[in-house]
């Protein structure tokens, strides 16, 4: 896969047939989930059959939502499927602090060597408050996130805008740790689309970049609010074009005033465009 991922598909680990459904679906990651999916007399099977699975490498990047760390499962988890070939990354649930994620590093080794790719959800209060320490825990961490059902529980946030200075804080901290923009957090509806798509683009106004889902359908809602319009690719062409002409800050006719921040914007838009 090239350019940017921008959707990221759950799937249940303990339903092989939603798992390969997944595979197929066009989500840029598929993320096999064996944490809040699955029933807890399902663990120990959903952990065999998704290790099955990864024998082999597997037509998209594959992450694995392991339990965490603290409670019964998760230790089993990652013996069953940091080794495996098809596995593309592991997500940490509940991290709250730098240990956590350095306890896992220590733990796992990939099928390639060394540790597979860690991304770590902040889904508490004391996570979001220690969010670029952890960012920047391992240089195995390739990626934080917000897991907002459980932080919007811990908070006693009821209204949506509640979590928008949550939101701000990981991106923030992920932009100083050197690491890619967060993605947004799963939309509950799975019907909403419009929903989705107002949701989806106050994320992408707050610095994310993609989102995951939970259902197919969702995936072409993610797509069309985090690609560049038609128009924002007309500007940034205008943009760079004017910069090729006359080095430092000018105004183009419309007097729109560009400058170095403004042309590396513009080089980015380019590039999501060509986003497969």
Not at 145 to 155: F, K, M, V
Not at 262 to 273: C, I, Q
Request: charged share 20%.
């Amino acid at each position: 896969m090239t350019g940017f991922p921008l959707t990221w598909l759950y799937a249940p680990g303990d339903r092989p047939s939603v798992v390969a459904k997944a595979l197929t679906s066009g989500a840029d990651v598929v993320v096999i989930d064996l944490e809040d999916a699955v029933a807890p007399d399902r663990k120990a099977y959903a952990r065999s059959a998704t290790a099955e699975l990864l024998r082999d490498r597997q037509p998209v990047p594959v992450h694995v939502r392991v339990n965490a760390l603290s409670g019964p499962w998760g230790r089993a988890d990652l013996a069953a499927v940091a080794p495996a070939r098809g596995l593309s990354g592991l997500r940490l649930p509940k991290v709250s602090s730098p240990s956590d994620v350095v306890r896992v590093a220590r733990r796992v080794v990939s099928a390639r060597g060394g540790v597979p790719p860690l991304h770590a959800l902040l889904e508490t209060a004391l996570g979001i408050e220690r969010a670029h320490a952890v960012a920047t825990a391992h240089p195995s961490l390739r990626g934080i996130a917000i897991g907002e059902a459980d932080l919007r529980a811990d908070l006693g946030v009821r209204d949506d805008s509640g979590l928008d200075w949550s939101r701000s804080r990981v991106v923030v901290a992920a932009r100083a740790a050197g690491l890619p923009p967060p993605t947004q957090s799963v939309h509950p509806d799975t019907r909403d689309l419009d929903g989705l798509l107002a949701s989806c683009l106050r994320g992408r106004a707050l610095g994310f970049l993609g989102r995951a889902a939970i259902h197919p359908r969702q995936l072409p809602t993610i797509r069309r609010a985090y690609l560049p319009t038609a128009e924002e690719i007309e500007q940034a062409e205008t943009v760079l074009k004017a910069a090729a002409v006359t080095q430092g800050a000018q105004a183009l006719p419309d007097g729109t005033f560009i400058d170095t921040a403004v042309v590396a914007a513009a080089h980015r838009t380019l590039t999501l465009s060509r986003t497969p």
